[in-house]
Each structure stands twice: as structure tokens, then as C-alpha cells.
């Protein structure tokens, strides 16, 4: 396997990469320094289908945590985001937009309340850790910051359910979305949330305690055998038919939550005291330049988007394609975009200028797809 990385300390390999490497992955993305697989079948549409229809274990260690412990804890989540917190009980996951003084996207982890005075930020791309350090130290807040030995294992698909249930037993079942349990394994016990990075369902194993990687990560394979579990990652289609949004990608500090369809995420009534909530206010009032959509567009099936796509309106560039490739299922093209307001109507029709050089004719689409 060639990976394309020039691989060093500076590259963490995970719990599970060596049972990755056995199950024959085809490469690898690098996010928080950490090793993410992209890719074990021959093509992406394969993975897709297989997704939609059976069960799929992912390594997704790079999802790192951010612990936040101490009397302080809450105060300093909640100064972090613009979403009010007050409400979440021990056991509860929330989608939380991180945001600076400007109201730019940090990043958009899922947070896990442990217990009144402990946190864990489940983080995407960009580094948290020291963001929420230097808030701490700068504000003298009583807290603790620090990145734990644990490593999330996915089981994602339609399959995963019974899957989890046959392994870590009936009450599994009962777990509601976006919330999490303890559950026994060889002895100890670990996290496991009703969550995951795809629209078919699923768990992520929050694993306490990098050397039981390999025996979780078997455990879950034999168990995942009647069910055809075949090794995989996040899949581009699927993310996007289902409008789930990449930091990086789609959005930035560039951008600010209202413009990616965080709004509902976000207080503004000045109820309660969080980094950018002027900015956020004053962006609110003006209203928002820009909307996150998605795009359907034809022309065949559409290369790599390595760099983004202009979407034109005649002569007027309106936005611009951050992620898109050919949907199997739906026979052609889909796209995530921001679009300049006034041009963000769904059913908009547009032009996509794709990096083959094609004018591919298209139009504004509502999410998911």
C-alpha cells in the first residue's frame, strides 16, 4: 500500500492502524496529526452502496478530545460557543459551532457532558486544545485542558444496530441519538454514543485506553460477520447527499455558523456570554450574505474537486462547488456550496465550471438530498 505520506512521529498512527494496514486500506488523510483512513474499496461508489446497505467499522481516532475538567468547566464551554448549554445532562451529546472574536468558525465538535464539571469536545480539523489552554490561562479560569488517550471505533449502516446489540448487549438499543452510555468491555468500561458521521446510523465507541485498539477493533469484526462488515470511512457521496459539512471544506473562520445553517445552534438574545456573541448579533441583524445549499449538476461524472469550482449565474460568479462527485444513486453530480443570497433559491438554475474545464449545467438543491 502507498499511502502518499512521508510518515514520522509528526503523523500519530492510532489504536487500530495496524489492523487498518491488515484490512488492506488504500490510503490515508492526515486530520489533527493523526492517520484517517480514505479509502479500502476500489472505488468510492462500492463503499457507498455497501454503506447504505450493511454494516462498516471506521477508525476515526482523529476525532480527538478535548477534556475539560475542574469548577470552571462548564463556564469555559460555554464561553466557547454560541450554543446555551444550561440544559445538557450527563450522557448527552451536542453539536456545538466554536467560534472567535470575529464570529469565524474554530470548529464544530460534538460535546459530551461526562458530568456537571467535565467535558469532552469531540473536534474536527484544527487545533482546540490550544484554543481552549489559552482561554483558560488567559481568563484564570479553575480548569483542566488536556487531550485523552481515547480513540473513537465507528460501527456505521443499516446493519450496525444489531450489530452493537449482539456485542455489547440488548440495552444498546434503547440508546437515543446524540446521547451515550457505559457499556463493559474486557473489563472496563468505555463510552459509546449514538452518533456518527454518516446519515445510516450507527455508534462511535469512545475508546479509553489505546492498547485495547487491536482487541476492540477484533471484537467488533467477529461480531460484525453475519452482518457482511467490511472495513471503511467516511464516504464523500453519502456525506454529501446528506449534508454533513466538513471543516475545512465547506466552512472556515472564514465563515461565520449562520451561513452554514448553524442558526439554530446559536443564541442571540444575549442570554448568555460567549467569544463573538457582538460579531454574531451584528451578522444576525444585517443578515447573512451568503447561504450553504447543495448542487446538482450533469455533464457526466465530475473529477476530483481538489479546489473549488466556481457556480456562475451568466457572467456572475454566486458561489463555489467545496465538495461534489457523481451520485450513483441519483444519476448525477451533487455538490455543497455557499451561495450569495438573492441566488440561493432552490431550484436556481446555475453553471458549474468543474476542473476538466466543462460548463456543467446545474441547479440549487435543498439538503439533504
Not at 444513486?329 to 455557499?338: C, E, H, I, P, Q
Amino acid at each position: 500500500m502507498s499511502d502518499g505520506l512521508n510518515m514520522s512521529r509528526r503523523i500519530r498512527r492510532t489504536p487500530y492502524t495496524d489492523r487498518v494496514e491488515a484490512a488492506g486500506v488504500r490510503g490515508f488523510s492526515v486530520v489533527n496529526h493523526m492517520l484517517l483512513p480514505k479509502a479500502f474499496q476500489p472505488t468510492v461508489e462500492q463503499d457507498y452502496w455497501h454503506l447504505r446497505t450493511h454494516a462498516q467499522i471506521w477508525d476515526v481516532s482523529c476525532q480527538r478530545q478535548v477534556d475539560i475538567s475542574g469548577p470552571d468547566a462548564a463556564r469555559l464551554v460555554q464561553w466557547m460557543t454560541p450554543r446555551n448549554i444550561g440544559g445538557a445532562k450527563p450522557g448527552d451529546c451536542l453539536y456545538v459551532p466554536i467560534i472567535d472574536a470575529d464570529a469565524g468558525l474554530i470548529n464544530d465538535p460534538v460535546l459530551l457532558k461526562l458530568a456537571e464539571d467535565h467535558f469532552w469536545l469531540s473536534i474536527a480539523d484544527s487545533d482546540v486544545l490550544l484554543y481552549a489552554k489559552g482561554l483558560a490561562i488567559g481568563a484564570g479560569m479553575d480548569v483542566r485542558v488536556t487531550e485523552p488517550d481515547v480513540s473513537p471505533l465507528a460501527v456505521q449502516g443499516p446493519k450496525a444496530v444489531d450489530l452493537m446489540a449482539d456485542l455489547f448487549g440488548a440495552a444498546i438499543r434503547d440508546l437515543g441519538f446524540f446521547k451515550f452510555g457505559w457499556f463493559d468491555f474486557q473489563s472496563t468500561k468505555q463510552l459509546i454514543a449514538r452518533s456518527g458521521y454518516s446519515r445510516q446510523g450507527g455508534y462511535e465507541i469512545y475508546l479509553n485506553g489505546g492498547s485495547l485498539g487491536s482487541a476492540l477493533w477484533d471484537a467488533v469484526w467477529q461480531a460484525g460477520q453475519p452482518y457482511n462488515i467490511t472495513p471503511g470511512c467516511p464516504n464523500l457521496i453519502e456525506r454529501i447527499e446528506g449534508g454533513l459539512f466538513s471543516y475545512g471544506n465547506e466552512m472556515t473562520r472564514d465563515n461565520n455558523p449562520l451561513e452554514i445553517g448553524l442558526g439554530k445552534f446559536c443564541t442571540l438574545d444575549g442570554s448568555i456570554d460567549y467569544i463573538g456573541s457582538q460579531a454574531l448579533r451584528r451578522i444576525a441583524t444585517e443578515g447573512i450574505r451568503r447561504d450553504i445549499r447543495g448542487v446538482t449538476f450533469d455533464g457526466g461524472p465530475c473529477p476530483t474537486c481538489s479546489s473549488p469550482w466556481p457556480v456562475m449565474v451568466g457572467a456572475l460568479k454566486v458561489g463555489q462547488i467545496t465538495s461534489g462527485i457523481w451520485s450513483p444513486r441519483l444519476k448525477t453530480n451533487v455538490g455543497l456550496s455557499l451561495i450569495d443570497t438573492g441566488y440561493d433559491d432552490i431550484g436556481q438554475p446555475v453553471t458549474v465550471h468543474s476542473r476538466d474545464g466543462l460548463a456543467r449545467v446545474g441547479q440549487i438543491t435543498s439538503l439533504p438530498m
